[in-house]
């Protein structure tokens, strides 16, 4: 995570699906960060979250539909609050391995995240990027992101062989 944090300078974010939350469990702090909603320790909605977004591609349907059963609550200006949207976008995070969110979360703030599994497992976290809008492109920075949830996945899946 130190070393996502150095290269692209911006917040990084480890996070972990609960229920229909993502709770953030480390944040390193980029350079002129904007305020995040997050916190280690909070939990925010998923499907309003990069990592949560990632998190949810790699899950089942029934942790899909229990997401959208509980409400598509906004929480930023550009929050999806419609299930086909949300489907549609999780299908291709699914593909391609990257979550994107532009002021989904809060005013400003754009991220990429990717999901983190073990020997191709379902999702056991997630981490992301996070900066201003204007500030960050986030499309640069996803393959970093990618590479280093792959990374903590190898490591994940090494430490659990017998």
Request: hydrophobic share 45%; aromatic share 4%.
């Amino acid at each position: 995570m130190a070393d996502l944090r150095e290269a692209s300078g911006q917040t990084i974010h480890l996070a972990i699906l609960d229920g229909t939350d993502v709770v953030y469990v480390e944040i390193l702090r980029g350079r002129d960060a904007p305020r995040f909603p997050s916190a280690v320790g909070r939990r925010l909605p998923a499907h309003a979250t990069g990592v949560g977004k990632a998190l949810l591609a790699g899950s089942s349907s029934d942790v899909v539909d229990a997401v959208i059963a509980a409400g598509l609550t906004r929480i930023g200006p550009r929050t999806i609050v419609a299930p086909g949207p949300l489907r549609r976008q999780l299908k291709w995070i699914a593909s391609s391995g990257l979550a994107y969110e532009h002021e989904e979360s809060a005013p400003g703030v754009a991220c990429v995240a990717s999901a983190i599994s073990a020997d191709d497992g379902p999702p056991v976290a997630a981490i992301s990027a996070s900066g201003w809008i204007g500030k960050v492109d986030i499309r640069r920075v996803g393959p970093a992101v990618h590479t280093t949830a792959l990374s903590i996945g190898r490591v994940l899946a090494a430490a659990f062989q017998p």
